[in-house]
């Protein structure tokens, strides 16, 4: 069964101290990795896509990277606004399985 | 450019009332989603339309009906509410017709209470 995971379920970090983020995944033909950040009371937000192992994306302080089992989000020198749930979804033929998500607090 | 609206924002309902969720996009995108995301559960798939004229059962369909009624809009029905199906509701579309999974973008959601 099609599944993806990710750990932890929520992380606390002080501000300026780096992390990463896991989201693994059972996927049969992986066709694309999404990472999406969605803050209380809103829609999901596109971060990145991933296509290929080995792939990197970096957007501010956030770099997402992929192997062939999971993907991480790694989040250097956070600060307070980083602070969000971040959630990853592959694909299923023509649709995406979503993970329960990683609840962020960045504490300054 | 709004990108995808949703109204509307709230809803309380008693068991047994119908509704229509309705979404809106202004993207030009050929497939449309409707998601339900409950605490623990992640993002579920209820309903997608692959393209305009089309739709098809995501992953929880049961207790609900989808109308695509133009390239623009998607609606999403509620005939008999249950408690069950207090959730916070999203829509989201994609570019689609291609092979390669696309980027899914979201509305801001419909939080529904069935009391």
């Known amino acids: 069964e099609d599944q993806v995971t990710q750990s932890p379920e929520a992380l606390r970090l002080q501000e300026g101290e780096s992390s990463s983020l896991n989201c693994s995944y059972t996927?049969?033909?992986?066709?694309?990795l999404f990472w999406y950040r969605q803050d209380p009371g809103k829609g999901p937000e596109f971060l990145f896509t991933?296509?290929?192992a080995g792939e990197e994306k970096e957007k501010e302080r956030l770099k997402a990277t992929l192997t062939k089992k999971e993907s991480f989000l790694h989040i250097t020198a956070p600060k307070p606004e980083d602070s969000a749930t971040y959630l990853c979804a592959t694909d299923n033929t023509d649709k995406l399985i979503f993970g329960t998500g990683t609840r962020l607090q960045v504490f300054p | 450019n709004a990108g995808v609206t949703q109204t509307p924002k709230f809803q309380v309902l008693k068991t047994g009332q119908s509704m229509t969720l309705q979404c809106a996009q202004d993207?030009?995108?050929?497939?449309m989603y409707w998601y339900r995301q409950d605490p623990g559960m992640g993002l579920r798939l209820i309903y997608y339309?692959?393209?305009?004229?089309?739709?098809d059962k995501g992953e929880v369909p049961n207790g609900y009906n989808v109308s695509r009624l133009n390239k623009r809009e998607f609606s999403l029905r509620l005939e008999s509410a249950a408690p069950s199906q207090t959730s916070v509701y999203f829509c989201a579309s994609s570019v689609g017709l291609t092979v390669i999974q696309e980027t899914q973008y979201f509305g801001p959601g419909t939080r529904l209470l069935v009391l």
């Open positions: 996927v049969s033909g992986l066709r694309g």
């Open positions: 993207m030009n995108h050929n497939s």
């Open positions: 339309s692959a393209s305009e004229g089309t739709t």
């Open positions: 991933l296509y290929s």
